[in-house]
């Protein structure tokens, strides 16, 4: 089982950036992705975006593309999610994940969760 630590989150203006980071340990057997969801209140957990860790292959949600970038940093385990030209309806708790490495449908084998960050964005 792997576990996920995020940090970064808080509270930054439209307009703004952040930048999450998700350190992973223990097992990782069989989970080479990694990647991002959030959840708004009274809304369903979407994923955000996704990479492969063997590849650096790269996925985004429509609504983020050109704004936020995953990235990751093997030597620490850690990815990570530059956030720029926020909007509040970006505001939101962000969940890591570590997923099998299934390409663009990695966020449907999500094997382990992040406890969340909080992200809010004020107008």
């Known amino acids: 089982q792997v576990q996920l630590v995020e940090s970064g989150g808080g509270l930054v203006q439209a307009g703004g950036s952040l930048r999450l980071s998700c350190a992973a340990s223990?097992?990782?057997?069989?989970?080479?992705?990694m990647g991002w969801f959030r959840q708004a209140p009274g809304k369903e957990r979407e994923p955000v975006a996704g990479?492969?860790?063997?590849?650096?292959?790269?996925y985004y949600e429509d609504s983020v593309k050109g704004r936020f970038t995953i990235s990751r940093d093997s030597a620490k385990n850690t990815v990570y999610l530059q956030m720029n030209s926020l909007k509040p309806e970006d505001s939101a708790v962000y969940y890591c994940a570590a997923a099998s490495p299934y390409g663009s449908t990695w966020y449907k084998f999500v094997k382990s969760w992040g406890q969340g960050t909080q992200v809010t964005v004020s107008s």
């Open positions: 990479i492969m860790w063997s590849t650096d292959s790269t």
């Open positions: 223990g097992r990782a057997s069989g989970t080479y992705a």
